[in-house]
DNA sequence: CTGACGATTCACT
DNA sequence: GTGAATCGTCAGC
């Protein structure tokens, strides 16, 4: 496994680090309760790019800026964490460099380790689709909070690696964004990414 | 200070 | 398919 440098993040291109993400691995590995680390990780299998001030999806249309999403302002490689609904803690990936606000909402992983630890965190009782598919789930499988925003993706605890992985071509999919309606034209954009078939990956199945 | 609402999920009809 | 949960954020007064 091969933890993702920096250069990958600050790419211009959010759509095609958004593709380049499916297939990598997401990480963390906070400190549990008893002092032992606590790993948990999954393989990206969806993604959703929001490509900075031109799209009227993103929290940065516009030029949009507020205390929230100040981050996504910031050089990429780092955590974009925000409370949705009151309830939901949705993880997202900041991209570009500093002023271009890109970011990549990963929503849904295929679980490798620390399933167990995922388990408890979620409170069900054993491993099924549900674990990780949908981007609230994600972030409470992982144990990712709102007070992780900013964290850098090249720390111990939180990080994106590789490993030698690769999809074959005709399991990549594309659609439009999920919940976005609000967007007019900008919903319809095909910005999200996702392997067809797997079982994690949210929404009716094809 | 106030009110409306969201890049969602899940239980229920 | 429909609706509730739940609260930080943000625009507007």
């Not at 993604?47 to 900075?52: F, K, M």
């Not at 549900?130 to 990712?144: E, F, H, Q």
């Amino acid at each position: 496994m091969r933890k993702l440098g920096i250069d990958f993040y600050q790419r211009a291109n959010v759509l095609q680090i958004a593709k380049e993400l499916l297939g990598k691995v997401l990480v963390t590995n906070w400190n549990g309760p008893d002092g032992y680390r606590e790993e948990t990780s999954g393989r990206i299998v969806e993604v959703e790019a929001y490509n900075g001030v031109i799209d009227k999806a993103s929290h940065a249309s516009g030029g949009r800026r507020t205390n929230r999403n100040e981050i996504m302002y910031a050089d990429g490689g780092v955590a974009y964490v925000y409370l949705c609904y009151g309830i939901h803690h949705l993880f997202n990936v900041v991209t570009n460099k500093k002023e271009a606000p890109h970011a990549i909402l990963i929503r849904a992983l295929e679980p490798i380790t620390g399933i167990d630890v995922m388990l408890e965190r979620t409170g069900k009782k054993e491993l099924d689709n549900s674990l990780t598919r949908g981007p609230g789930n994600v972030s409470k499988a992982l144990g990712i909070f709102t007070k992780h925003t900013g964290q850098s993706l090249l720390s111990k605890t939180l990080f994106i690696a590789e490993d030698d992985f690769v999809w074959s071509k005709r399991e990549l999919a594309t659609s439009p964004r999920i919940g976005v309606d609000y967007a007019g034209a900008d919903a319809k954009l095909p910005y999200r990414f996702f392997i067809k078939g797997n079982p994690f990956v949210s929404g009716k199945p094809k």
